[in-house]
């Protein structure tokens, strides 16, 4: 069977954000403001509901018919300032989770879950909900979508974007059962704009499907969001072809960031190429306040978990978050001063280590010979000097301990002389600032596969320019 997500679920096994305990409704919230708008149609507490005894009928409609609509509308009831449905013997409710943007330090929108319960008022997980509905799992799919909206609209959360995930089930669908979308925002007065569809990265779909099915939501207005990017299927072709305005980045990824130094170096590049796409970037499932500074590093533009906030029925109006935001922030410039003033001293030794040898070559010292104590240094890997073009002149310069720790997977790019590295920044910088050291930014050498850092230096000669450089195994280096 086909992994299936719950509207309103980020996914439909419990996860970590999942509220932990079952137990009965929360208490109706304080009476927050409303939009602008018209006020919005909600059906009261004496609206009719289906049968306990049925899951919400089992007589098949027309799925855009308005008997099909009634039967989504007529299970929803609202007590005060929260709106519960009934599917069968199951009460179903919503809890939202806020979405904050960390350059504004305060929610640019909720996400909404789902929280069942069964006659005995035990939580139900979201899994065992539609693998239970079977027929009916599209009209559960669509109550849940509706009571979201709803429970929005009654809390003020509909003042901010709506995270609204789509069962691949609808997906494959069709159109026709898409189209109950609208009528839904029309009824409750949310315009489309406000509302973010979230699709589950899966290979359950079939692509056309899935891409006619995004460009239905987005010529609605909504904006749309691929979830649970980083894990099981995901792939940068489905970003490319459907082009979402917004990514939601994996809870795995910021766990394996904070076991794998490699992992957390690469998702600030993963992040700038999802911007390059043309995405906004949720990291979400983040608990701890290390994952809310792996979130800081990479450059996302929201976060999303248990340490900003846990998913609950009433949301508190005026809640600030700035504190909270602003103590991560600090502690956050904190680190980048100390890491900052760390790597610059050592960059600075390094540096200074490096002029001297190169002063020592400008002044007709053989290379092996001008270089011999900086080689000594921990991490340098090699030395080796390149013409005015960016040719590589002889062979790369090392230590015999150098030599005996190379990877022998990589012997076939071990022999340099004669590349050309003209294209890297270290030598380009280099020409243009001739007698003026250059440091480059960590990037992965093709030598070893590592990542490094390359010192280099233009010296003018009777008969043109040398470049001397030095890589120093920045791996060696990472915290």
Not at 42 to 69: I, K, Q, Y
Not at 157 to 172: D, G, H
Request: hydrophobic residues 40%.
């Amino acid at each position: 069977m086909s992994r299936i997500v719950l509207a309103g679920s980020t996914d439909l096994d419990q996860d970590a954000n999942d509220e932990p305990a079952p137990g009965p409704a929360p208490a109706s919230a304080p009476r927050s403001s409303h939009s602008s708008r018209s006020p919005p149609k909600v059906f009261s507490s004496s609206s009719p509901s289906p049968p306990a005894s049925s899951p919400a009928s089992n007589v098949l409609l027309d799925r855009t018919g308005p008997g099909w609509l009634e039967q989504i509308f007529s299970s929803i009831s609202v007590d005060g300032k929260l709106a519960h449905a009934r599917f069968g013997e199951h009460t179903l409710r919503t809890a939202l989770q806020p979405v904050l943007s960390l350059a504004h330090h305060k929610p640019v929108g909720y996400e909404a879950l789902l929280r069942a319960y069964d006659a005995q008022d035990r939580l139900v997980s979201p899994h065992r909900m539609f693998r239970n509905a079977g027929d009916n799992a599209i009209l559960l799919d669509q109550i849940c979508r509706a009571l979201h909206l709803q429970n929005c609209v009654l809390q003020g959360a509909n003042q901010n974007w709506i995270f609204l995930n789509v069962s691949p089930a609808l997906i494959l669908e069709g159109h026709s059962t898409r189209t109950i979308l609208p009528r839904m925002l029309e009824q409750y007065g949310v315009p489309a704009h406000r509302v973010v569809v979230e699709i589950l990265e899966t290979s359950a779909y079939d692509e056309e499907s899935l891409a006619r099915c995004v460009q239905y939501f987005r010529d609605l207005g909504c904006l749309v969001a691929i979830d649970d990017f980083g894990a099981g299927e995901s792939n940068f072709e489905r970003i490319w072809r459907l082009t979402p305005d917004i990514v939601k980045l994996d809870r795995s990824m910021v766990v394996e960031a904070t076991r794998t130094p490699r992992v957390r170096r690469i998702l600030p590049g993963l992040v700038s190429l999802l911007h390059e796409a043309g995405c906004l970037v949720v990291m979400e499932g983040l608990e701890t306040s290390e994952h809310a500074l792996i979130a800081m590093e990479s450059d996302v533009d929201f976060v999303q978990g248990f340490y900003f906030g846990e998913p609950r029925s009433c949301l508190t109006p005026d809640e600030n978050f700035r504190e909270l935001l602003n103590e991560l922030f600090a502690c956050f410039q904190e680190r980048v001063r100390r890491q900052s003033s760390s790597e610059r001293s050592m960059l600075a030794h390094y540096s200074k280590k490096f002029d001297d040898a190169a002063q020592l070559f400008r002044l007709g010292a053989e290379p092996e010979q001008a270089f011999v104590d900086f080689l000594t240094l921990g991490g340098v890997r090699r030395c080796y000097l390149l013409s005015a073009e960016g040719v590589q002149v002889g062979a790369n310069i090392g230590t015999r301990e150098g030599a005996r720790r190379l990877d022998p997977r990589y012997l076939p790019c071990a022999d340099a002389e004669g590349a050309n590295w003209f294209r890297r920044p270290y030598f380009r910088r280099a020409i243009t600032q001739p007698m003026a050291v250059q440091i480059s930014r960590p990037y992965l050498s093709i030598a070893d596969a590592r990542a490094c850092v390359t010192f280099s230096i233009a010296i003018p000669e009777t008969n043109g320019v040398r470049v001397v450089c030095a890589d120093l195994d920045w791996d060696s280096f990472a915290p």
